[in-house]
């Protein structure tokens, strides 16, 4: 096993070798690099309880994963997701026969950093790196440290969106463990609408670290539906940062359904910068076998007059391990502010592990907030109301079970999103046969 | 169809029915009244099998079986229904999918044919509009933001749907206005037949106005007191339990 120093060393004299955008300009906070900051351990707080031992295993960093021809494979895949525009990448690289936005690239809405006029160069260099500080992120860090390349969605004043926008994350089969990085700078300018569909699946099991950023800066009024699947296979590393600023007015949903794997990490960082702007994070996770999912929400509630609600609901189950850890922070001037944040939890087995921590910093005396979190077993009486119903015991515990994650599932609010999360669900659940037609009847 | 002879059961070592017999006939429908904490909704629980009830003396045969020997699931496969007091709500499963399952496994039992899913459907939308409830309603959770008379209502649909040979009414009328009373003792009335047989708890005479009984026992402190015919509950009525205590 490596140490972190010998990670560090690899990234340098790997990845971080590839040629980076010229043009680009990142702000001091962002410009941090990998190699000068400290790669967590179990004395790092944010990482307590999730050890890096699976990335300090294996030479994820030693060079970028390759992207093999994926073509037949991945378009049955992605004949699963609504009709609309998409952005499909492969182990981390966008990939132009698999995609379909000309239309948008058109429009000046999708444009590849690689391909940025001036202007939007401009744009880039305004935004990009803004709406996290590195020293806390360190992942973003190694993946803003050599930027070849990334997406930035643009939408112009009062610009709505019609049809939801797909960004699709393809992990396929690589020779040897490899690393891809992928990144979305998000900018929507006031009054701007927009509805996401993002997408992490698997085309087989691959040795794949991948490292995600996503910036997203609503404007004054601008509204984003988010709806995020992380169905991928067990056996990748995936670490995901995804930083938000909102404007005055503004209006952030998000919906999200994740499974665990050798190491996912899945951090929120959420800064409420105007007035009025409104927040929802709805999610869901699952772990079993020995899966191991981390979420991290921190909410920055640092103007007055906000409202955000966030429940997250976790499933632990096996020999897995699951770590949720929510904060809302209060800032002095933020008077008026409504943020309630809980945390329900069914932990299965006696070998799983989770670590929940929700957590409440308020600076402010005219405030309404609430934080919670419950970890529990199946209900006895539930489990009972079934078995008077000639349910046998199995089928009533896999119906409560699926009932627990489906209360989330149910919220999403694209229909082919949840039939498509359904049916990973099912395969997460597959030995689970009375199942089978559960969702077929709703 | 059941017969409970000298029936002894326990709840963390306190005994609550201390020597119940009752026998009832097919197309039989029999009352159990009595004061709070005689044990009548015990009574209607054991039956159905519920934890933690611990049965520590006395048999009951239902249909020729050792009732007590079977599982709650094979007691409802077997023809047993148990109408909740407080019916459990369990989000993220729609009404529905609870229904079929439900339906699935007794058919199964019996034999019979699973339901296809269209055909499901039709036969749960009609038994909906017997009692009065919107199709939507069966696509809510189970029992999930349900008022208490849509409740008691959904435990009267579950049990057209199974056709149990046994029904057990756990204080249907509890939390119940008058109009959701009488909508389902209709219910209840119209799966009434010369097979089916009836056992209904309840604290007041009132739900006996709906669903006339033909005999009313008594239970205090965890014996039957006493039994008679419906005038029995109208006397009760009228003068309270103290009067047979």
Request: net charge negative; glycine share 8%; proline share 4%.
């Amino acid at each position: 096993m490596m140490t972190p120093n010998e990670l560090k060393q690899l990234a340098q004299e790997a990845v971080l070798q590839q040629p980076s955008l010229d043009w680009l300009k990142l702000p001091p906070q962002a410009r941090e690099t990998f190699a000068g900051l400290e790669i967590p351990s179990r004395k790092t707080e944010t990482w307590k309880y999730s050890p890096l031992t699976p990335l300090l295993q294996q030479d994820y960093l030693s060079r970028a994963a390759d992207v093999p021809a994926v073509d037949h494979q991945a378009r049955k895949l992605l004949a699963e997701l609504p009709a609309g525009h998409r952005l499909v990448f492969v182990n981390g690289r966008l990939q132009s026969s698999l995609s379909d936005f000309a239309d948008l690239e058109n429009q000046g809405i999708v444009t590849r950093f690689s391909e940025a006029s001036d202007t939007q160069r401009q744009l880039i260099n305004q935004h990009l790196g803004n709406a996290f500080p590195a020293r806390e992120h360190v992942f973003a860090a190694l993946n803003y440290s050599a930027v070849a390349d990334g997406v930035l969605i643009h939408l112009p004043q009062d610009y709505q969106v019609q049809q939801p926008l797909q960004l699709v994350f393809l992990s396929s089969p690589t020779e040897q463990p490899g690393y891809g990085q992928s990144r979305v700078l998000l900018q929507a300018e006031a009054g701007a609408g927009l509805h996401l569909i993002e997408q992490y699946a698997s085309l087989g099991v691959s040795d794949l670290f991948h490292n995600h950023v996503m910036e997203i800066n609503l404007q004054d009024n601008a509204r984003l539906i988010h709806e995020r699947l992380q169905v991928e296979q067990e056996n990748l590393i995936h670490i995901n940062g995804l930083h938000i600023n909102l404007g005055a007015g503004s209006h952030y949903e998000q919906h999200a359904l994740a499974f665990g794997s050798a190491l996912k990490r899945n951090d929120i960082n959420l800064n409420f910068k105007g007035g009025n702007a409104y927040s929802r994070l709805n999610g869901v996770f699952l772990s079993k076998h020995r899966q191991h999912i981390d979420n991290h929400i921190n909410l920055e509630h640092g103007v007055p007059h906000c409202n955000s609600d966030t429940l997250y609901k976790g499933f632990i189950t096996g020999h897995s391990r699951a770590v949720f850890n929510g904060r809302i922070h209060i800032h002095p001037h933020a008077q008026k502010t409504a943020a309630h944040l809980n945390n329900r939890n069914l932990l299965l087995s006696q070998q799983a592990e989770l670590d929940t921590k929700p957590e409440l910093e308020i600076y402010a005396d005219d405030v309404k907030c609430s934080h919670g979190a419950s970890i529990g077993k199946l209900d006895e009486s539930a489990l009972f109301y079934f078995q008077s119903r000639g349910i046998d015991r199995a089928a009533a515990e896999a119906m409560l079970c699926l009932g627990f994650v489906n209360e989330m599932v149910a919220q999403f609010p694209t229909e082919s999103v949840r039939t498509l999360g359904r049916a990973r669900l099912m395969e997460f659940f597959n030995d689970v046969e009375q199942l089978k037609d559960l969702w077929s009847l709703e | 169809m059941l017969e409970i002879k000298d029936l002894v059961a326990t709840v963390e070592d306190k005994t609550i029915l201390d020597g119940i017999s009752l026998t009832v006939n097919p197309g039989e429908v029999h009352a159990i009244m009595g004061p709070n904490g005689s044990g009548k909704s015990t009574l209607a629980n054991v039956l159905a099998g519920r934890e933690p009830y611990a049965v520590a003396g006395g048999s009951v045969r239902y249909q020729g079986q050792d009732l007590l020997a079977l599982a709650p699931e094979e007691r409802a496969r077997a023809g047993i229904f148990m109408a909740f007091q407080y019916p459990v709500e369990i989000p993220g499963v729609s009404n529905m999918q609870f229904l079929k399952a439900a339906v699935d496994a007794v058919r199964a039992h019996r034999g019979l044919d699973e339901l296809d899913a269209p055909g499901f459907m039709k036969l749960a939308r009609e038994e909906c509009k017997k009692l009065k409830l919107k199709p939507e309603f069966l696509k809510r959770g189970v029992n999930e933001g349900f008022s208490g008379g849509e409740k008691k209502r959904n435990e009267i649909l579950q049990m057209a749907l199974l056709e149990p040979s046994l029904a057990l009414l756990d204080e249907t009328d509890s939390g119940l206005d008058i109009d959701a009373l009488q909508v389902a003792a209709e219910g209840v009335n119209a799966l009434r037949n010369a097979q089916r047989s009836f056992i209904v708890v309840t604290h007041y005479q009132r739900l006996l106005n709906y669903i006339v009984p033909d005999f009313v026992h008594v239970l205090a402190a965890g014996k039957i007191v006493k039994s008679g015919g419906r005038e029995l509950a109208l006397e009760l009525e009228e003068k309270g339990y103290s009067w047979i205590e």
